[in-house]
């Protein structure tokens, strides 16, 4: 079973840009027709898709952070990582990183990437967003 | 951009059965997963394409999707059983995932 753990700053000064990354572990990020997501979770309210990209080669973003987000992946340390830049206390969260896995019986159909659920979390990690 | 609702509190006895719901226009045409978040925890999913159970959760969660509502159905409920519910799909109309707003489940 794959296991993912998020590292970050836990501390960001407005307007920089938040570097996070997510290691996998268990497993190969390369392998099979995953995606890699972030999520984030402000506290106390619901979750917020940030944004994911896929083993297939596509990337999505959620429309109402897309300009400030690049998601990345490394395959030699098995990573991958989210940048969010023009930080402001609304981005304080808990930000999680996910595996995304769609049905093989699905991936034949052009529209695939409607069908991915995100079956591993990581723990989250808290990051504040003040001068 | 495509809208989940869903109540903000169910409230349940234990061994009885808690329903839990998440609208969305026509939902019925698209895969609705589900996902448990207790407190302090990272969310985790327990239905998935609609009906599907992850190994590891119980028969006594099931899911439904018909028409603009999907519902959760969890059956003879117990106390850990308490936690946020989402539910979630794709928006097709400008390719992203959408979540609801969260079901939190108490346990009387």
């Known amino acids: 079973q794959v296991q993912l753990h998020e590292a970050g700053p836990g501390l960001v000064n407005p307007s920089q840009t938040l570097s996070l990354i997510c290691t996998v572990s268990g497993g190969s990020i390369s392998s099979g027709s995953y995606c890699w997501s972030w999520i984030r979770q402000p506290a106390g309210k619901g979750l917020e898709w940030i944004g994911r990209i896929c083993n297939i080669g596509s990337t999505h973003h959620n429309p109402s952070l897309k300009s400030r987000v690049t998601i990345s992946v490394d395959t030699p340390k098995n990573q991958f990582s989210l940048r969010l830049s023009s930080l402001t206390a609304a981005d304080t969260a808990a930000y999680y990183c996910a595996s995304e896995r769609v049905n093989s019986a699905i991936l034949s159909r052009p529209s695939y990437y409607y069908y991915y659920y995100m079956d591993v979390w990581g723990k989250g990690t808290t990051v504040t967003v003040s001068s | 951009s495509y809208v989940l609702t869903q109540p903000p509190s169910v409230s349940e006895a234990p061994g009885k059965t808690a329903s839990i719901t998440c609208g969305g226009d026509?939902?019925?045409?698209?895969?609705v997963h589900w996902y448990r978040q207790k407190p302090g925890q990272a969310p985790g999913l327990v239905i998935y394409y609609d009906t599907d159970r992850p190994l590891g959760i119980p028969e006594r969660f099931s899911g439904s999707n018909s028409g603009n509502t999907a519902t959760l159905t969890i059956s003879r409920v117990e106390a850990g059983d308490e936690a946020d519910y989402y539910c979630?799909?794709?928006?097709?109309?400008?390719?992203?995932?959408?979540f609801g707003g969260g079901t939190k489940l108490t346990v009387l």
């Open positions: 979630q799909v794709w928006d097709s109309s400008s390719d992203h995932v959408v």
């Open positions: 026509n939902i019925g045409s698209k895969s």
